[in-house]
Nanobody
């Protein structure tokens, strides 16, 4: 079994920064990708950023130039550096990992950006 532990959410003023972390633990024999999604109330979960082992990344258009995803392969940990945060970035962020040919989700972490 693989577990994802997220940290780093919180409250920040518009224009500020936060860094989210997601650590994968457990019996990992094949690590493929990690990413972050977010879901506002009443809306579908949407991709924010994703990184594939080897370094290829992709981002939602709404966060390009502001968010950066990175991966520490040795720690099986992904980071999402979020800069120039906007009130519309407020929602719950979920870590996602494709490990051992299966998809896993974190419990979610709240990010709140005040105007």
């Amino acid at each position: 079994q693989v577990h994802l532990v997220e940290s780093g959410g919180g409250l920040v003023q518009a224009g500020g920064s936060l860094r989210l972390s997601c650590a994968a633990s457990g019996s990992i024999f094949r690590f493929s990708a990690m990413g972050w999604y977010r879901q506002a109330p009443g809306k579908q979960r949407e991709l924010v950023a994703r990184i594939i082992k080897g370094g290829t990344t992709n981002y939602a258009d709404s966060v390009k130039g502001r968010f950066t995803i990175s991966l520490d392969n040795a720690k099986n940990t992904a980071y999402l550096q979020m800069n120039s945060l906007k009130p519309e970035d407020t929602t719950v962020y979920f870590c996602n990992a494709f490990v051992n040919f299966q998809q896993y989700w974190g419990q979610g972490t709240q990010v709140t950006v005040s105007s």
